[in-house]
């Protein structure tokens, strides 16, 4: 086999929470994230050069080694030079679905399908934890992406742990193509305004972040109660993301109104906004009425569901 596509899916946060800063710089966080079936098509193929190449359609996905799927492939050649000797270089396709800069993940799915797919086209046979730990590297979300799923992430965003899978809740999802929020700016604003979050210890911050997994949320999705889900929803980051965007904001007041919406958050830090509804016919009319209420063809709007998958080989040749 010398190509493969994978599917690679986005996610969102059905949970984020802010613990604190920790002495090494980053935020200690507590988050749940949730694979949807919303997915870019990210093709792998060797080449018999020892370049590696990026193409997207996508006008707002660099190609050069900005690109977290380039770094991807870059990291791989670096930690097995000797494959790569034998195997050449990569051509990374990436067919862009999921809205850009919109807190979905895109560029760590996009970084995790081209982990999987060298490690298939280079027959590494590496195991989930080892190419994890090689997402870890490349960004905090990029080890969820890997298999995905419904998961407590905690850390920086990289320690996981599975919760059972919640497939098929229909969602609807926005996000103004030309609107960017900074994920550094949204921190950084959350620290300067809610007070000096550091703590010192570390123990402490751990533990912390670890209640998330007895917390109310976590019941609701082991009772699969959707509804209770819905109502359990969080994001520390709309804090200071809604006052400062006043179409996020619309957006999630416009969501929350909507007959058949159960549940609705911003997603990571943002703009995308979801809402959580009771069906697939419903998310449809959904999206027709904010079509109706926001005629802006910058306003993209999706049709998606939870999915229990990660990165999936879609075929190979
Ligand atoms: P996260 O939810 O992990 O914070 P995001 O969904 O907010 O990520 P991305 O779609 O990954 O954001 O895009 C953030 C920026 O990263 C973009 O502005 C783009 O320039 C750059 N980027 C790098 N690689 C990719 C990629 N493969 N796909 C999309 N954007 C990428």
Known sequence: MRSYTLIAPAKINLYLEIIGDR????????MILQSIDLADQIGVRSLSTDT???????TQVPTDKTNLA???????????????????????????????AAGLAGGSTNAAAVLVGIDLLWNLGLTQTELEELGAVLGSDVPFCIAGGTVIATGRGEQLSPLPSLDNI???????RSLEVSTAWAYKTYR??????????????????NAVHSGAIVKAIANKDVTDIAQK????????????????????????????VIGTMMSGSGPSVFALVESQPQAEIIKQKIR???PDEDLELFVTRTT??????????
């Open 233 to 260: 929803l969080h994001n520390d980051l709309e804090r200071v993301v809604l006052p400062e965007y006043p179409q996020v904001l619309q957006l999630r007041e416009l969501f929350a109104a909507q007959e058949g």
């Open 308 to 317: 229990s998958h990660g990165i999936k080989i879609a075929s190979s040749v």
């Open 52 to 58: 590696i190449r990026v193409h997207s359609q996508h």
């Open 192 to 209: 300067q305004q809610y007070g000096n979050t550091y703590i010192k210890d570390t123990a402490d911050l751990v533990a912390r972040a």
């Open 70 to 100: 380039y770094r991807a492939a870059e990291l791989m050649v670096k930690e097995f030079p000797d494959t790569f000797a034998k195997y050449g270089g990569v051509e990374i396709t990436i067919d862009k679905h999921i809205p850009v």
């Open 292 to 294: 109706a209420a926001i």
């Open 23 to 30: 002495p090494d710089g980053f935020h200690e966080l507590a």
């Open 170 to 176: 229909y969602i609807v999802l926005a996000k103004y």
